[in-house]
């Protein structure tokens, strides 16, 4: 059988078993190490996306391999009528990370959309209590795919075949403030009645890495407060060190010099670094008081394995400097690209290592293809996020010289597909 004919197979495969929902995948991958990742058929891949923001990492870390087998000699899964030493001391670390009040909790979930879902039920039952009747989210909002967070994800194209969703929750225009004013105005409140939670991403990741000013975050931060409503961050994509602190509004409230501190914060993606394993931090006593028992489970949720990854996550990225490696990725990509002088490049936006390149143009999905199928090169692993902007997420250690060399790839790939639109 010649090599080609390996990656077919398993994608005849994948055709006739997997459910359809992501359609052909692009390459039938093997293995990785760092930020390289090779195919079934042998070809190497640099890797600028790390599985969507995930990999923190790279691939196969050795400290993570190591813990991932000590751990497994040790025990992987236990019921939630008993707990470990790693899930203790994982949410002790994400308590002291995030720099949350007293009285904080919090609660392991196995992925984005289930912390999400865990956010919007604590603020449900808190509007049940207050006698609210809104909860707010924001336009091109992504907060998942299960029913209450694609409730709150703003695409009617994923939301409409499974309607109707959650009710009583309203988008308004992502970044406005005048818009945000008026959701929580007193018209709005006599009118439409109180809002009791809002759903933000202080980056809009799958919108198109679309960032919200700190002025209209610390607003959303102001308004909420003001109005007994929950605040929710959503740092699914953002968080554990993505934008060079551990969490993105750290970075806001710097900018802003205002307290952004959420009432619940939700992350997944970097926390394990490719391990399923996400978490919700409600931020003092009240909010972590508004769920009772019984009200809540998981039984994968923070199993030992995952607790000790994540753990082993946060460890390194200490002690490798990661959060600044991630801060500095933003300014030297950026770099770079002014210095292509691209006339195809219209913008780079975001922070750390979460960016986008606009291009002048909808041909970056044919840029994210071309650069997986190059012959006279290494390939690259690069997002269309949308028709216009390719998505950066690579691992906060990415190797310069594999940057680099992916950056040279890239230039090359947009002009010649620039130049053929
Ligand atoms: N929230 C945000 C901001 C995301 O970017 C994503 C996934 O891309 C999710 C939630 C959903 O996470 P998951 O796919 O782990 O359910």
Known sequence: MTESLLSDQFLDNYQNNMLGVFGKPALVLDHGKGSEVFDVDGNVYIDLLGGIAVN????????????????????????????NKQTVE???????????????????TNSGAESNELALKIVKKHMNQIGGKRIIALTNSFH???????????????????????????????????????????LATQKYGQIAGMFIETIQGEAGVKPLSAQYIARCRELTKRNNALLVIDEVQTGMGRTGSWFSYQNQAVVASADISPDIITMAKSLGDGFPIGAVITNGETVSNILSK???????????????????????????????????????????ILDWKNEFVKEIRGAGALLAVELSGEFADRVAKRCLSLESSKRVIINAVSSNSLRFAPAFNIDADILDEALDILNNVILEEGKSV
């Open 294 to 336: 019984g009200e809540h489970g998981s039984t994968f949720g923070g199993n030992p394995l995952a607790a000790k990854i994540a753990n082993e996550v946060i460890s390194i990225i200490e002690d490798e400097k990661l959060l600044q490696r991630s801060g500095e990725l933003a300014i030297y990509i950026s770099k770079k």
């Open 144 to 186: 998942g795919r299960t029913l209450g967070a694609l409730s709150l994800t703003y695409k009617s194209q994923y939301k409409e075949p499974f309607s109707p969703l959650i009710p009583n929750i309203e988008f308004i225009e992502a970044n406005n403030l005048d818009k945000l004013e008026l959701a929580f105005s007193e």
């Open 56 to 83: 923190c990492l790279g691939y196969c870390h050795e400290k993570i391999n190591n813990v991932i087998i000590e751990q497994c000699q040790k025990m992987i899964h236990h019921s939630n009528f008993f707990t």
């Open 90 to 108: 994982l949410a002790k670390k994400l308590i002291d990370i995030s720099g949350v009040d007293e009285g904080s909790k919090v609660f392991f």
